[in-house]
């Protein structure tokens, strides 16, 4: 083990020639690349991503217990071995000492047991008394009846936690009578309260409303109950995937999902209506009482993690760097068709730190500092004015595997836009006011992913409006143009900003790999995630431009943009015979 610890702050190239080859050949173990019929693609794959987690092939979608144990980041995830569709779903594993850099190992979870015999569902990691890791995930009995498992580590020395053993208590959590069992999954990390009992939600639906049940134990065996859930809404739907922690009230590090520490904040996200939307609100411990700031979509209320294709995330406490990382699943928009074309489906979001902002209001999110060590070739200017109704093209990059950051400001907000109260979802206006549509102030942004002549490009935008003694950011993702192909979706996405144009920058950074563009507004305030399928702007042929569609001019206060290196993605798997259900 001294070894091994001694190589975590190495390159990983070096680990896995020196490092990994003989641990893992050493217990049986050898590279898939050497599996030519399990790890080949297609030739064309110019969506593939250089620098964001995904698969070497199949059906991936939502992350499952990503944890930091003994050096080694862990993540699972919902996983089809067997073809690029939902089905037969897994947990499949992958490890990585940076979180950029992975090594895909052999699958964690397989829908073998009567308690799961449908599919190995959703759930999360807790650390329990002593560091030790264990696995709460859903069991899908039949396709209406779900229940919640438990599985332990086989080896705890083994700092890979490679093999994984379903304990012989399973299920240990079943729906009760008059409970829909059929929307009743993705149990949460658990808590230890000041009783020492654990606590942990698990999403469900009842009479069409979204909650969040509420379970207690003391052994982590036996679970009772509560009589009220934690939280519930008459707003939404079905809760997927809940998740609940505490965020510390100043804003500079995470906080471990257990804390009692009184200076914090909690934060509930249940994934409803294709996004992942979340509240804030005050969590009493001794009662398990949650009382929220501002309920889900209340009053206009609208706080999500992420305003694009973002969905199904699950964040954990990297108690090494003391911060709350978040990740999620960022589904394909082309057609089933195109998955099993190209024979894989799904990506997952970079890594993001997540933290409470200095208002309190809402949570930040930003790249995990890690991905700036994937930066190479620089282009960078300051203080250059974008004339209204100009083109700018950012050469001497990879435009199509990049990291942008851009500061904009302008001296003439006075001739800003009025905003028509009528216009409360940004959305919405950002499609009736697409990159196309001129104003006065914007808008201006970025042209992603963009061909030579423009006619594929995503623009990623800005508009300020004025409102009564204020104003107010609006920033959309427009992917209306980005492929002449006819069958993706092309969405359009918006969000308003909360900041103030008058005393700081409108930033923006967009990470930029092939057919996923995340972009983060504000220094983390509103972030957008989009999947782009361009025919014309591929690889080399994919340029990046800043531009203003607006009447005035606009200043570009500071631009940095780097090409990015493409991650190392091994994978190092026993060989098995297939198995299917």
Not at 349 to 368: A, E, H, N
Not at 480 to 494: A, D, F, N, V
Not at 523 to 533: H, L, P, Q, S
Request: aromatic letters at 12%; a negative charge; charged letters at 20%.
């Amino acid at each position: 083990m001294t070894d091994l610890k001694l190589k975590v702050t190495m390159d990983l190239s070096v680990v896995l020639v020196v490092g990994f080859c003989f641990v893992l050949l050493g217990n049986g173990v050898q590279s898939d690349r050497d599996d030519k019929k399990l790890q080949s693609l297609p030739q064309d794959q110019p969506y593939r991503t250089g620098y964001h987690f995904q698969p070497p092939k199949n059906w991936m979608n939502d992350p499952n217990g990503p944890m930091y144990y003994k050096g080694v980041y862990h993540l699972f995830y919902q996983y089809n071995p067997y073809a690029a569709v939902w089905g037969a779903i897994t947990w499949a594993h992958s490890i990585s000492y940076d979180l950029v850099n992975w090594i895909h190992l052999d699958i964690a979870l397989s829908p073998d047991d009567p308690f799961d015999i449908n599919g190995c569902w959703s759930g999360s990691t807790t650390f329990l008394s002593g560091g030790k890791p264990v696995i709460l995930y859903t069991g899908g009995v039949t396709m209406n009846r779900q229940v919640q498992n438990l599985a332990e580590p086989k080896n705890l020395s083994d700092p890979m936690l490679r093999e994984w053993v379903k304990s012989s208590h399973n299920p240990i959590i079943t729906h009760v009578d008059g409970m829909d069992s059929e929307n009743f999954r993705d149990p949460t990390t658990a808590w230890q309260g000041p009783d020492g009992l654990w606590r942990v939600l698990v999403g469900n639906e009842m009479n069409s409303h979204g909650r969040a049940l509420l379970y207690r134990s003391r052994d982590f065996v036996t679970w009772t109950q509560s009589k009220e859930p934690i939280h519930s809404s008459t707003r939404t739907g079905m809760w997927e995937c809940p998740d609940f922690y505490p965020v510390s009230l100043d804003g500079k590090n995470g906080v471990d999902t257990s804390s009692l520490d009184k200076f914090t904040k909690h934060v509930l996200k249940a994934s409803f209506d294709s996004s992942d939307h979340y509240v804030l609100g005050n969590y009493t411990a001794v009662t398990d009482n949650f009382s929220v700031d501002t309920d889900f979509l209340e009053n206009g209320s609208d706080l999500r993690y992420d305003y694009g294709n973002f969905y199904a995330s699950k964040t954990f406490f990297d108690s090494a760097k003391k911060r709350r990382i978040l990740w999620a699943w960022i589904q394909e928009s082309d057609s089933t068709t195109d998955d099993i074309k190209k024979d894989w489906s799904g990506l997952q979001s970079f890594p993001r730190s997540i933290l409470l902002s200095k208002t309190g209001k809402q949570l930040i999110q930003w790249p995990v500092e890690e991905i700036e060590k994937q930066r190479t070739v620089n282009v960078s200017f300051k203080n250059k004015e974008l004339k209204g109704g100009s083109v700018l093209e950012i050469s001497g990059i990879t435009a199509s595997q990049a990291d942008v950051e851009v500061s904009f400001n302008s001296s003439n907000l006075k001739e800003a836009d009025l905003l028509d109260p009528s216009w409360v979802d940004p959305q919405l206006l950002c499609s009736q006011k697409a990159a196309s549509v001129g104003g006065n102030i914007g808008p201006f942004g970025i042209l992603a992913l963009a061909s030579k002549d423009l006619t594929e490009q995503t623009s990623i935008f800005f508009r300020v409006f004025r409102s009564n003694d204020k104003y107010v950011v609006l920033m959309c993702s427009d992917q209306s143009r980005s492929s002449l192909e006819e069958g993706p979706k092309k969405t359009i996405y918006g969000a308003f900003i909360d900041m103030d144009p008058l005393n700081e920058m409108i930033s923006l950074r967009s990470l930029i790999d092939h057919s996923i563009v995340e972009s983060f507004g504000g220094e983390g305030r509103a972030c957008i995630t989009a999947r782009v399928y361009p025919k014309l702007a591929i690889d080399n042929q994919a340029y990046l431009y800043a531009f203003n569609n607006g009447t005035f001019d606009v200043n570009i206060s500071t631009l940095n943009a780097w090409s990015m290196k493409k991650a190392q993605i091994v994978s190092f798997t026993k060989r098995r015979k297939p198995h299917l259900n």
